[in-house]
DNA sequence: CAAGCCATTGAACCAAAGTACAGTCTCGCG
DNA sequence: CGCGAGACTGTACTTTGGTTCAATGGCTTG
């Protein structure tokens, strides 16, 4: 099973190569060349903050022995309504940890398809209001709302278990920098450390 | 991994027991009484023709360690709205052969949603996978299996954000003891720090 | 009974996280 | 141009987290 990972530019992050090995970064120019073979394979399409899917994945026609994961900077549930509609086998976190993106590689190779369980719940709540019988409703914590980009690229990657040294090598700062970006954030979202921020963002105890 | 069947009557079908031999089947009324040990598992529930979904399955509230998927005598798009809605990780026809069950249950122990084959490829438009390839039989995070009841109580609570001074007033036990149950708990689950603790047990990565 | 697991704790120690109080630089805006 | 906001960094500090040496007593099991 292959996997080709497409970013904007072909760098990716480093955890892609951590999960498979023998994966391959393209380049967006380069979408059209992948599963020309006929090996089977998994394609991890990133979209970034703020950009549509349908806007930068249009008219590409991929055979269906190659699936089809979008890899999201900013995971929202229009984002992943659109791809499931343009064939996604599943959408996930950019920043997710090489362990979860085997996970999910397991999870599509077999059939099924992955959205997250933290977005699970919005999904649930945007295509049923089942769930809002006692009168709680399903609604969305835009925690980041009033963070800046850099703290939000922080705390993403504090959510997802990284140290702070971990977050500092891979956004090209100094640990102290990291060290601000989340004292702010903390600030900010009135929390005390990085445990609670996990939990707010991932949307266990909203 | 434990597999609860639940049927109107407590026969169910053959191929369920064929799927997984160790599964037990219940009539509704035992619905309740389902996952009230600490071990994960999956509860199928099967929707006879013409019965709606919410209407026999109210009220039930369920353990995170314990998935869901809806048995659909008459799958329909509706209901797999409402069982994604409920809660359920999948749902597939109830008719649907043991090799097909056990491919289901594949992807909802690691965290996929299974919608069944006929939305599937109105959706993605792919074909299903074969099933464990490579003989390796992936299975739900059980973290709490290896742990004594004390560990497994400190890391549930650490899994919700608290400080190991609040653990420690909690269990009326002094902080000192409460890092040696961490550390006994990091070793066992080969894990670094309490972020990833609760990643582990909040299931957000496994 | 001996062996082993478990719960508990102490002292000391190191590392990581987080705070306080700075400062520089860039960029957009009125 | 001045001003504020954001990104970035430094030094120094406190707090928290986690480990490494122990040790004690209860409990079960072969």
């Not at 409703?137 to 971990?166: F, H, I």
């Not at 601000?180 to 600030?187: G, K, N, Q, R």
Request: charged residues 25%; neutral net charge; hydrophobic residues 45%.
């Amino acid at each position: 099973m292959r996997h080709w990972f497409i970013d904007k530019e072909p760098n990716g992050m480093a955890s892609w190569q951590e999960a498979f090995p023998d994966s391959l970064v393209f380049g967006r120019d380069h979408l059209s060349r992948i599963g020309t073979g006929d090996e089977p394979g998994v394609l991890w399409f990133r979209i970034r903050a703020g950009e549509v899917l349908t806007a930068v994945f249009h008219g590409v026609a991929l055979p269906p022995r190659i699936l089809f994961v979008v890899l999201a900077d900013e995971p929202s549930d229009s984002l992943i309504e659109e791809a499931l509609a343009s064939g996604a086998s599943g959408c996930c976190n950019t920043y997710a940890a090489p362990d979860v993106l085997r996970q999910v590689a397991l999870v599509v190779e077999n059939g099924g398809l992955w959205i997250g369980r933290s977005l699970l719940s919005s999904l649930v709540g945007s295509t049923s209001r089942l769930l809002a019988k006692n009168g709680e409703k399903a609604r969305v914590d835009n925690w980041c709302e009033r963070l800046s980009e850099r703290e939000t690229q922080v705390a993403r990657l504090v959510a997802n278990g990284a140290s702070n040294r971990e977050i500092a090598e891979q956004l090209f700062i100094t640990e102290r920098t990291v060290k601000a970006h989340l004292s702010a954030v903390f600030e900010k979202l009135a929390i005390r450390d990085r445990l609670q921020l996990s939990l707010r963002i991932n949307g266990v105890s909203i």
